[in-house]
T-cell receptor, first 112, second 111 residues
Framework: DGGITQSPKYLFRKEGQNVTLSCEQN?????MYWYRQDPGQGLRLIYY???????QKGDIAEGYSVSREKKESFPLTVTSAQKNPTAFYLC???????????FGQGTRLTVV | SQQGEEDPQALSIQEGENATMNCSYK?????LQWYRQNSGRGLVHLIL?????REKHSGRLRVTLDTSKKSSSLLITASRAADTASYFC???????????FGTGTKLQVIP
């Protein structure tokens, strides 16, 4: 069953902690993306990757880091430098960045 | 920055009615896509229309694109309660594209 999987579904972070959100796809897609969604708002691009071992900053990359060591995996780390990390995080992939994106079910991160 | 802006921000209709939502964007695009998001879930791709196309249909969905006005519309005919969701337009800028999403229209279909 092909698709894109995000974990965990809910995540709680204490002040000053780094946390890592997982995103795995078995669609053999080259392009992968991380978005942040705040209540009642659209999606803002954090980072994207066109190919393994390469990634680019999106519109709101500050306080976040990513890696792309494998084609299937694009984890996002929310660092302590991100001052307002509470949000819904969505990972997506597309075959070549040219069209349709497939989304995971999201991770809701809350700072406690 | 967000390229697309949907209008209206919220829409409430009775089941069976048609729902129309609009998207305006600022720069030239390669294609425009529409997605649906149920509350607390990921986005689901609905339809993609290329910049050289003017209209596209998929089931109860009809999408139009007017590149001269930099706008698109999504029409859902004979709406159902299950269509209740937020709808987003997304624009692709060509080449290796960075797809940019709008702010969404929240549709409520009342049974």
């Amino acid at each position: 069953d092909g698709g894109i999987t995000q974990s965990p579904k809910y995540l709680f972070r204490k002040e000053g902690q780094n946390v890592t959100l997982s995103c795995e796809q078995n669609l053999n897609h080259d392009a992968m993306y991380w978005y942040r969604q705040d209540p009642g708002q659209g999606l803002r691009l954090i980072y994207y990757s066109q190919i393994v071992n390469d990634f680019q900053k999106g519109d709101i990359a500050e306080g976040y880091s990513v890696s792309r060591e494998k084609k299937e995996s694009f984890p996002l780390t929310v660092t302590s430098a991100q001052k307002n990390p509470t949000a819904f995080y969505l990972c997506a992939s597309s075959i070549d960045g040219q069209g349709r994106s497939f989304f995971g079910q999201g991770t809701r991160l809350t700072v406690v | 920055s967000q390229q697309g802006e949907e209008d209206p921000q919220a829409l409430s209709i009775q089941e069976g009615e048609n729902a129309t939502m609009n998207c305006s964007y600022k720069t030239s695009i390669n294609n425009l896509q529409w997605y649906r998001q149920n509350s607390g879930r990921g986005l689901v791709h609905l339809i993609l229309i290329r910049s050289n196309e003017r209209e596209k249909h998929s089931g109860r969905l009809r999408v139009t694109l007017d590149t001269s006005k930099k706008s698109s519309s999504l029409l859902i005919t004979a709406s159902r309660a299950a269509d209740t969701a937020s709808y987003f337009c997304a624009t692709g800028l060509g080449g290796y594209q960075k797809v940019t999403f709008g702010t969404g229209t929240k549709l409520q279909v009342i049974p």
